[in-house]
């Protein structure tokens, strides 16, 4: 194909090094995106965050040169960015089901000058990721990007991932997730959300845990790395650890999360126990979440090496990872601020005054990159009152 030209209903972007042909992106007369999955090969602009992430994770994280695998690939631009923006990714892997895709990966590899490093194919995911289970085939980065829940996709990613490897997942199926429509929930991913003022958190717990059961299954622990939530979709990255120790490791992370919502208080319990019906505060009725992860989400360094690596135009991959930077990840949930002000029944105080005020009585807290006018925190519901009441 000639520099420039594009087939009908097609065009050529650029993002971050790499320029590339996909679908003109679908759009109302006024100008509303229409969803991506109605065009011949999937390509939404608005995910350009994500792959930011993924090109800063890979090049931060990694210190060896590596293959990475897209078994959902699109128009295989995540996987180009990585081996065009990182120095460590030495071979691609493309993959998408869809004969479209496939013939535009080809394309984009070509005018990229990357064809000699980029090996496409057009199978089902799970199978080609199958194919790669044996540990000679395996790949040290997987990244899985699908529309909806990335559930059926997971166990054999894990299996096509090497020791020390990492998978890094997205998920869009967030009314599901965030517990607006819960059964979903509990059929894909095997656990119970809640929908209160964190139930983004919530989601994102309830991801790694399932990422962290399927390794198990397969005799595998986690690591987690970098976990978001961005507006259309949430991601996670875990490292790997073959071995049955690892896998015990990370079971010990996966509990029970509860919620009063008389008194906000929010305690975890470990799978093996059955969390409380009801609130060792106030006595009111719990809510239950789980089994989630209730460990830490977030490697801070790592975040930090990322942030150093920013580009210019990565605002809102900027943006996320300054925050969770000094997000503390170990704190499970958090406290909208304008909830708390309306449970004290006074004027919102600035988030990082009720942060201080928490750590001057020896508690732990911090801001969330989910939400900035919120704080989490360890302390039990009537000393953050207490705080509240004592502030100017
Ligand atoms: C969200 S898009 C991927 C976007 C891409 N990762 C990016 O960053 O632009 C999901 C892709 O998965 C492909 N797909 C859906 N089901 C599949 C399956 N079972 N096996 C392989 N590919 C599949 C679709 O054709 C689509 O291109």
Request: net charge positive; glycine share 14%; hydrophobic share 25%.
């Given at each position: 194909m000639q520099e420039n030209s594009a087939p009908d209903g097609f065009r050529w972007y650029s993002e971050g090094r790499v320029r590339f042909l996909a679908p003109i992106f679908p759009a109302t007369e006024a100008g509303e995106p229409i969803?991506?999955?109605?065009?011949?090969v999937f390509y939404n602009p608005f995910s350009k965050p994500s792959r930011d992430m993924t090109v800063l994770l890979v090049a931060a994280f990694f210190n060896k040169r590596i293959t990475a695998a897209e078994?959902?690939?699109?128009?295989g631009v995540r996987g180009i960015r990585l081996l065009k923006e990182t120095e460590n990714v030495e071979e691609a892997y493309l993959n998408d089901l869809n004969p479209s895709a496939y013939n535009v990966i080809k394309l984009n590899a070509e005018a990229n000058g990357v064809a000699d490093k980029v090996v496409a194919s057009n199978q089902e995911a799970s199978l080609f990721l199958a194919r790669h289970s044996e540990a000679r085939y395996r790949f040290e980065y997987v990244d899985v990007d699908p529309v909806g829940a990335p559930v059926r996709f997971l166990e054999n990613s894990i299996r096509a991932c090497g020791h020390l490897g990492v998978v890094g997942a997205s998920a869009t199926d967030l009314a599901a997730l965030t517990g607006v429509k819960p059964r979903p929930c509990i059929r894909k991913y095997d656990a119970i959300p809640m929908h209160v003022a964190f139930s983004k958190e919530i989601a994102i717990r309830i991801m790694m845990g399932f990422v962290a059961r399927a390794a198990a299954r397969l005799n595998a622990g986690i690591e987690p790395l970098l976990s978001y939530y961005h507006r259309h979709f949430i991601r996670v990255f875990a490292q790997v650890k073959r071995g049955r120790s690892g896998a015990l490791q990370s079971i010990q992370e996966i509990g029970w999360l509860t919620y009063c919502g008389s008194c906000m208080r929010i305690e975890t319990t470990p799978l093996t126990e059955l969390p409380d019906?009801?609130?060792?505060?106030?006595?009111s009725g719990n809510m239950v979440a789980g089994p989630l992860w209730v460990g830490r989400l977030s490697d801070n360094s790592l975040a930090g090496r990322m942030l150093e690596r920013?580009?210019?135009?990565?605002d809102e991959a900027r943006r996320a990872l300054s925050r969770i930077v000094s997000e503390d990840t170990s704190l499970v949930g958090y406290y909208p601020i304008p909830l708390l002000s309306r449970w004290a029944r006074r004027s919102p105080p600035p988030p990082k005054a009720v942060i201080e005020e928490l750590r001057n009585l020896g508690y732990r807290a911090s801001q969330t990159h989910i939400d900035p006018n919120a704080v989490k925190t360890d302390a039990p519901p009537e000393d953050i009152k207490r705080v509240l009441s004592t502030l100017p």
């Open positions: 969803a991506p999955t109605k065009i011949p078994p959902l690939a699109g128009s019906r009801l609130c060792r505060t106030c006595g920013v580009g210019e135009d990565y």
